[in-house]
């Protein structure tokens, strides 16, 4: 059974950082697309960043126009854990983030399978 289990969240001020975690198990994480959406009140969920892997190319990496060059987004092999390094908070970063695997990808919340349960980012001003 995957299991996507996030951290990290909290309330700050504009311009300071957080990281983000999802643990995930029940999965091989090389095989899956990891992606990060978030979910601000009244809104859609929409797309933040995802990173995919494989051997010869290594990890290549996706991002949101408006989170380029603040967000960060890796991962460690070894702990099956995903990261989203999130510098330069603004108030509109303010959002439930979620971790998501899925097979194929994309930033389509469509397209994938496998959800955490969230963790609140609140960015002050």
């Known amino acids: 059974q995957v299991q996507l289990v996030e951290s990290g969240g909290g309330l700050v001020q504009a311009g300071d950082s957080l990281r983000l975690s999802c643990v995930a198990s029940?999965?091989?994480?090389?095989?899956?697309?990891m992606s990060w959406f978030r979910q601000a009140p009244d809104k859609a969920r929409e797309f933040v960043a995802a990173i995919n892997w494989n051997n010869w190319r290594g990890a290549t990496t996706y991002y949101e126009d408006s989170v380029k060059g603040r967000f960060t987004i890796s991962r460690d092999g070894a702990e099956n854990t995903v990261y989203l390094r999130m510098n330069s908070l603004k108030p509109e970063d303010t959002a439930v983030y979620y971790c998501?695997?899925?097979?194929?990808?994309?930033?389509?919340?469509?397209?994938?399978?496998?959800w955490g349960q969230g963790t609140q980012v609140t960015v002050s001003s």
């Open positions: 029940g999965l091989i994480l090389s095989r899956y697309t």
């Open positions: 998501a695997a899925g097979l194929v990808g994309g930033r389509s919340a469509q397209q994938y399978a496998h």
